[in-house]
């Protein structure tokens, strides 16, 4: 396990480590969103277009996405009231090795809510219910992502690369899409 690479060599070997894994998050995510978006598309499950529909489904993607910053708050305030170190706040110190973790996946969570937020109500309000399964998608890719974050953060940057991809690589998507689709109807007009 590498944390912190001490030679050229161990950063390369933890690079190759980012690529293979984030390159592995990357087949999942094009299997899982392409093949929602294949086989659910104009499925019954989903709201239809109008825009109330649109706008509470958005509503409760958000919502499954904030779960994760929640988690996060509550991991980093149960390890501050644990801490002698950490109870004071971070305006004082920085975390110490007890909550160090906890705080970067806080701070990593709430970087990837405001992106997937973001592009993914984006893309309802842009593409419409055509987009729901994709979205669906996203949104579980978004908690499988942060759960393999965690779990590999100790492990190095190799370690948290497939979570990390696994988050967000379909907010990218997202943002492409979505953007592709706003240039058309300006380009349109």
Request: with cysteine; proline share 3%.
């Amino acid at each position: 396990m590498v944390i912190v690479p001490a030679s050229k060599a161990e950063l390369r070997k933890e690079q190759r480590k980012i690529l293979l894994r984030s390159g592995a998050a990357a087949m999942v995510c094009m299997l899982a969103l392409g093949g929602t978006q294949y086989l659910l598309r104009g499925a019954k499950v989903f709201p239809d277009e109008n825009l109330e529909s649109r706008l509470l489904f958005i509503a409760a993607a958000n919502l499954l996405l904030v779960v994760w910053v929640i988690i996060g708050v509550a991991m980093v305030a149960r390890g501050r009231r644990h801490s002698a170190e950490d109870i004071g706040g971070s305006a004082y110190s920085r975390p110490s090795s007890r909550i160090a973790v906890a705080a970067a996946f806080l701070q990593n969570t709430l970087e990837q809510f405001v992106i997937a937020s973001v592009t993914l109500s984006a893309l309802v309000m842009l593409e419409g219910a055509a987009m729901m399964p994709f979205i669906a998608a996203s949104v579980v890719l978004f908690g499988v992502g942060r759960v393999c974050f965690l779990v590999g953060y100790s492990k190095g940057a190799g370690g948290r690369a497939f979570g990390m991809a696994l988050t967000a690589l379909p907010s990218i998507a997202a943002f492409v899409i979505a953007l592709a689709h706003l240039i058309t109807r300006v380009w349109q007009t």
